[in-house]
């Protein structure tokens, strides 16, 4: 797979080892590649931003590069469940009278927020995808997806999302594809 082959070149030329659990989005193909220990274990459907990608602050498009999960939010919250600020509001985007194709979008279910680890790319002043508040999240417009329609976030099905979090703990590599 030439995406696994670009973050494992990106890691030599940094003098980084690969970690046990590695993601692998591919934003071409829109699929999430979940690697342990080298070996494919998952394939998953994913969303980007609805602009084109990009690094820069306030560009709302998704960053690309080597980053890895900064933090883990949401452990037991159930399906659906809205966070905001990482914290959750204890409501359900299913449970909402605003509930369906007009609903705004909203982090939910669970979030991995990254941080970039290319200073000069998706790390530092004006490029920073941690001080950006870049996640993978669940989404709330399952009748919409794989559309893009984060702020630059990756967006996944939430029972996918909540399959695949265990499996990911901070440290771990995610690897999204450039332009």
Known sequence: ?????????RL????LNRTENVLVVDLGEKKVHHFRDGQRVGLYPVSSGQRPRSCLQDSLGTPWGLH?????HGHHAPPGTIFK???STGER????????????T???????????LEEGLNAGPGIDSFARYIYIHGTNHPEAFPENRSHGCL?????????LFPALPEGSHVWISAP
């Open 93 to 104: 985007w299913q449970d909402r009278a605003d509930r369906g194709p007009g609903q705004r």
């Open 106 to 116: 909203f982090v939910t279910t669970r979030i991995l927020r990254l941080r970039g």
């Open 85 to 87: 600020g990482r914290v």
């Open 155 to 163: 967006l996944m099905r939430d029972a996918d999302l909540i399959k």
């Open 68 to 72: 890895e999960i900064a933090s883990r």
């Open 12 to 15: 030599a030329e940094r003098g």
């Open 1 to 9: 797979m030439k995406e696994l082959e670009t973050y494992l070149s």
